[in-house]
């Protein structure tokens, strides 16, 4: 069993940054693929971002590219999201989410993962 929380959300301007952070529970947090995924008022969870369990491999949905940065510190049970240039469309809740599956480049469908956040809010103004 994983528990997952996340924190570092909150209201920023259009062109700002967050860094968001999810601390698991367990000692077999390193052995999880995690992954961050969000979801906007009105529309479906979607995918952003994925991290082996090393933290070698990161994979990103097209709308994170040269904005976000997935990272991990094993030692901390810790993943992060740094997502920067924020625009109003990046509005939602973000959720962490782990997975006992291998690491894959390619899009995860959300049934990949097995233990999921409460989620943190960000809002961008414009």
């Known amino acids: 069993q994983v528990q997952l929380v996340e924190s570092g959300g909150g209201l920023v301007q259009a062109g700002g940054s967050l860094r968001l952070s999810c601390v698991a529970s367990?000692?077999?947090?390193?052995?999880?693929?995690m992954g961050w995924f969000r979801q906007a008022p009105g529309k479906e969870r979607e995918f952003v971002a994925a991290?082996?369990?090393?933290?070698?491999?990161?994979y990103y949905a097209d709308s994170a590219k040269g904005r976000f940065t997935i990272s991990r510190d094993n030692g901390k049970n810790t993943v992060y999201l740094q997502v920067n240039s924020l625009k109003p469309e990046d509005t939602a809740a973000y959720y962490c989410?782990?997975?006992?599956?291998?690491?894959?480049?390619?899009?995860?469908?959300?049934?990949?993962?097995?233990?999921w956040g409460q989620g943190t809010q960000v809002t961008v103004s414009s």
């Open positions: 989410a782990a997975s006992a599956s291998g690491f894959k480049y390619k899009e995860p469908h959300e049934t990949e993962y097995d233990y």
């Open positions: 991290i082996s369990w090393s933290g070698a491999m990161t």
């Open positions: 367990g000692r077999t947090f390193r052995s999880y693929t």
